[in-house]
Nanobody, 120 residues
């Protein structure tokens, strides 16, 4: 059974940083690309970034490129998202997903996510 558990969110001031984690189980983690998506209050799901199984190919949305870094540790079955230079508009629930999910849908199955709030 595929299980993805996000953690690491919190309240941070503008300009601050956070590191999100996604613990994966139930599948061969290194064989899959992984994706981070987010949902801001009152808005739809937004693709943030994805990474291939080996970790050497990373793609970012225009809204986060240069500020966020996606990475993975296949030995620990864990996906990460380093969030730097945070802005209030980054406030959202962040979810991880197995595979490349550039058009996330609310009809897909999502975990509990982790809340990131950027506010002074």
């Amino acid at each position: 059974q595929v299980q993805l558990v996000e953690s690491g969110g919190g309240l941070v001031q503008p300009g601050g940083s956070l590191r999100l984690s996604c613990a994966a189980s139930g599948f061969i983690f290194s064989a899959y690309s992984m994706t981070w998506v987010r949902q801001a209050p009152g808005k739809g799901l937004e693709w943030v970034a994805d990474i291939n199984g080996g970790g050497n190919s990373k793609i970012y949305s225009n809204s986060v490129r240069g500020r966020f870094t996606i990475s993975r540790d296949n030995a620990k079955n864990t996906l990460y998202l380093q969030l730097n230079s945070l802005k209030p508009e980054d406030t959202a629930v962040y979810y991880c997903a197995r595979g490349v999910v550039r058009n996330p849908s609310p009809e897909d199955s999502w975990g509990q996510g982790t809340q990131v709030t950027v506010s002074s």
